[in-house]
């Protein structure tokens, strides 16, 4: 009978420490899930990254160079030297299908970034900000643990007034593509 006791008290230990681990292995799949700061932190992030190709240029420096009759400036962004690493850097925070559109843009026309001796250079514009378009809001909403919505919603201003006439909003899917969280829609709310 003491055996028996024996037996079912480690049993019931056992299945304790199996259940823990299961439960701990369980949790760990979820761990991999942007908590909401950093799904805002990617947010901003992509917004900077997709002004570099729809609102202004990478941060360059004063360096020049002669590209197809055009003067370009050399880049001066940490650890993205070469037009290789902005597509890896863009791949990183986008789906392939954004990554596609933006580089579609270096093709038409004068290009927008370039390598040129190995380094990478920006022909500089900006465009500037929509002045119709006031504060933006963000909320995150979790659908499931491979896609979050980053439903933004910005305010609608008078072009004359600035007065707040209405509102836009927005949903960018954030999702797990391939074991990587991306943006698999974007574009600038203003």
Partial sequence: MKRNNRFRAWFGVAVLMAASVLLGACS???????????VEEAYNNAVETYGWFDMTTMPCSMETAEYNGMTYNKVDYEGITTFADLEAYLRGLFGEDV?????????????HYVDIDGALYALEAD???DITKGEETLEI???SDAKIICHVTVEVLDSSTFAVTGSETHDFAYENVDGAWVFTNFELVR
């Fill in 99 to 111: 990554v596609q559109m933006l580089l579609a843009d270096n093709t038409n026309g004068p290009q």
């Fill in 28 to 38: 760990d799949q979820g761990a991999d899930v942007p908590s909401d700061e950093q």
């Fill in 141 to 143: 909403i979790h659908e």
């Fill in 127 to 129: 465009r500037g900000a």
